[in-house]
């Protein structure tokens, strides 16, 4: 059973387009979820959390992610990207101590 | 400077050999995580620790064992090397509730 899933593996837009990156998860426990970013030879680097209150949060760099509990998502946005923004993300839930991943989606945006 | 740092960056090992991977964390936090990284299987979770000496299996621990004898260290142990144990391996921390911070990862090659 996939806890996390990310339904897209690649995802191309260009310069100044808004994109949209999927996340949905299954759990029963108290739902914490992040976005993480990962620049080629790089580790991981925090973007977003929600933990709880509004469901829509606010990251670095203009990116924000909506919670919806019906639909059990956390997909995560931005309203212009720049080439710079070209990097795998990934969608995290918190399972207590344990944190468990999506398989990433590699996002490239062409200048 | 909030950090995590992994030592070496890069390493190639014959298949049967010992390995050690090291990880510091200069934040005091309780929890460490060592991951691999893989293409398309995004982030494992090989083993958990909570503090000094209090350490947990992750999703993939065969063929691992960990070492934390301070806080601030959390040693990744591989006896006898396999090939299939390739991969780049990231060690992460945090405290509470608080995002995770990862180091930059040590790629390791078993021939």
């Known amino acids: 059973t996939q806890t996390v899933s990310q339904s897209d593996a690649h995802v191309t837009v260009f310069e100044g387009d808004s994109v949209e990156l999927r996340c949905n998860y299954s759990y029963g426990g108290s739902i914490y979820l992040s976005w993480y970013i990962q620049h080629h030879g790089h580790g991981l680097q925090f973007l977003l959390k929600?933990?709880?209150?509004?469901?829509v949060v606010q990251g670095v760099n203009g990116f924000e992610a909506e919670f919806s509990k019906s639909d059990s998502s956390f997909h995560l946005r931005k309203a212009s990207v720049h080439w710079s923004d070209s990097a795998v993300y990934f969608c995290?839930?918190?399972?207590?101590?344990?944190?468990?991943f999506g398989t990433g989606t590699s996002l490239l945006v062409d200048p | 400077d909030m950090k995590v740092t992994q030592m070496p960056r890069y390493l190639i090992k014959r298949m049967g050999e010992n390995v050690l991977l090291e990880c510091g964390q200069d934040?005091?936090?309780?929890?460490m995580y060592w991951y691999r990284q893989d293409p398309g299987l995004g982030l494992q979770l090989i083993y958990i620790?909570?503090?000094?000496?209090?350490?947990s299996e992750g999703d993939i621990p065969k063929g691992y064992r960990v070492s934390r004898k301070k806080r601030e260290h959390f040693s990744l142990i591989l006896d006898s090397a396999k090939t299939n144990q390739t991969s780049v391996y990231f060690c992460?921390?945090?405290?509470?509730?608080?995002?995770?911070?990862f180091g930059k990862g040590t790629r390791l090659t078993v021939v």
């Open positions: 995290a839930l918190y399972m207590g101590y344990k944190l468990t």
């Open positions: 934040m005091s936090h309780e929890t």
């Open positions: 620790s909570y503090d000094v000496d209090s350490n």
């Open positions: 929600y933990y709880s209150g509004n469901p």
């Open positions: 992460a921390s945090r405290q509470g509730n608080t995002e995770v911070f």
